[in-house]
């Protein structure tokens, strides 16, 4: 049984759509999403820089359009779909829920509204290298910290202020060995980002949805969803509150997972599921010369 999910924020690298580009349509594709949502994604997919494509209002449609660019190439037909945090919009479109160019007109609205909350307030994540979820949790609370992202295997991404993020530092919970603060522009998934919740409820009402064509993982708390208006509900309200890619996993191995493959730009819910869900064949779109080797994979275990 394969799945296929979808990596957020913090995924993306200067240059990483340069080879995808390259396939046949690609460049139109991306040309007619960018002519959409007014940003020019060949541009930053490119040539821009690491501190260009951190910006949350790029970062968030660039992924979509790697993801669904890349998923478009694998033409693959899972069994079940997620995404972690705006990869969920990726996963979205794939499931049939919206059609390609909703799901960039929608995160290009989540990713302005997002930077605007975050420009309010000084914000930021960092995540917690060991420990003991059960441990530091609570220390983070009482730090007035949002484990905004639980991804599994004991890793914790705390946000809050830049205040509590160096107290965090100063602070650390038992077991944990080091604080590693990330390169977001935002506390994402926290309270935070409630300005960017009204946003996105008011954006879609013009949405056309339809219900999911495979099993659609939500990651707000790993179940399955089966309409696609609570896909949307859960879309709109997850922007401030926390990923549990903890629970998806969990979810994943209860339906029998026996593949997983991570749409581009590939690599960190690969290495998540490398310590989480062993047994599990897993693998990364990092560029297109995965594909013969994703294809194969999943020749292997759709068959099966």
Same mark, same amino acid.
């Given at each position: 049984m394969l799945?296929l999910?979808a990596p957020?924020q913090?995924?993306q690298?200067?240059g990483f759509l340069?080879?995808?580009?390259?396939? *046949?349509?690609?460049?139109?594709?991306?040309?007619?999403?960018?002519?959409?949502?007014?940003?020019?994604?060949?541009?930053?997919?490119t040539?821009?820089?690491?501190?260009e494509?951190r910006?949350?209002?790029v970062?968030? *449609?660039?992924?979509?359009a790697a993801?669904?660019?890349?998923?478009?190439?694998?033409?693959?037909?899972?069994?079940?779909?997620?995404?972690?945090?705006?990869g969920?919009?990726?996963?979205?479109?794939?499931?049939?829920?919206?059609?390609? @160019?909703a799901?960039?007109?929608?995160v290009?609205?989540r990713?302005?509204?997002m930077?605007?909350a975050a420009?309010?307030? @000084?914000?930021?994540m960092?995540?917690?290298?060991g420990?003991?979820p059960a441990?530091?949790v609570? +220390?983070?609370?009482?730090?007035?910290?949002t *484990?905004?992202?639980?991804?599994?295997?004991?890793?914790?991404?705390? !946000?809050g202020? !830049?205040?509590q993020?160096?107290?965090? @530092?100063?602070d650390?919970?038992?077991g944990?060995?080091?604080?590693?603060?990330?390169?977001? !522009?935002g506390?994402?998934h926290? +309270?935070h980002m409630? *300005? !960017?919740?009204?946003?996105?409820r008011?954006?879609v009402g013009?949405?056309?949805v339809?219900?999911?064509t495979?099993?659609?993982?939500?990651?707000a708390d790993?179940h399955?969803?089966?309409?696609g208006?609570?896909?949307?509900a859960r879309?709109?309200?997850q922007?401030?509150?926390?990923?549990?890619?903890?629970l998806?996993? @969990?979810?994943f191995?209860?339906?029998?997972v026996t593949?997983?493959v991570?749409?581009?730009p590939?690599g960190?819910?690969?290495g998540l599921?490398?310590?989480?869900?062993?047994?599990v064949?897993?693998?990364?779109?990092k560029t297109?010369?995965?594909?013969?080797?994703?294809?194969?994979?999943?020749s292997?275990?759709?068959?099966?």
């Amino acid at each position: 049984m394969l799945v296929l999910v979808a990596p957020g924020q913090g995924a993306q690298t200067p240059g990483f759509l340069t080879p995808w580009l390259d396939l *046949p349509g690609a460049a139109d594709r991306i040309a007619a999403w960018s002519d959409a949502i007014g940003l020019d994604l060949a541009h930053y997919g490119t040539r821009a820089d690491a501190d260009e494509i951190r910006d949350t209002a790029v970062a968030q *449609p660039l992924l979509v359009a790697a993801g669904l660019l890349s998923a478009a190439a694998l033409d693959a037909s899972p069994s079940v779909i997620a995404g972690h945090s705006v990869g969920e919009i990726t996963a979205a479109a794939l499931a049939g829920v919206i059609d390609d @160019e909703a799901a960039l007109r929608f995160v290009r609205t989540r990713g302005l509204g997002m930077a605007e909350a975050a420009a309010v307030t @000084e914000t930021g994540m960092a995540a917690l290298l060991g420990g003991d979820p059960a441990v530091s949790v609570p +220390h983070l609370e009482k730090l007035g910290l949002t *484990p905004a992202n639980v991804n599994g295997g004991g890793q914790i991404v705390a !946000a809050g202020t !830049a205040a509590q993020i160096a107290a965090l @530092e100063a602070d650390m919970p038992e077991g944990v060995r080091r604080v590693v603060v990330l390169k977001v !522009a935002g506390a994402f998934h926290t +309270h935070h980002m409630a *300005p !960017a919740v009204e946003k996105l409820r008011a954006a879609v009402g013009d949405l056309t949805v339809s219900d999911p064509t495979v099993r659609y993982v939500s990651n707000a708390d790993g179940h399955i969803v089966a309409t696609g208006t609570e896909v949307i509900a859960r879309l709109v309200g997850q922007v401030a509150n926390p990923v549990r890619w903890d629970l998806c996993m @969990e979810t994943f191995q209860s339906l029998g997972v026996t593949a997983l493959v991570e749409l581009s730009p590939g690599g960190t819910l690969t290495g998540l599921a490398k310590r989480a869900l062993p047994g599990v064949k897993t693998l990364a779109l990092k560029t297109p010369d995965d594909l013969d080797t994703a294809r194969a994979l999943i020749s292997e275990h759709v068959g099966a």
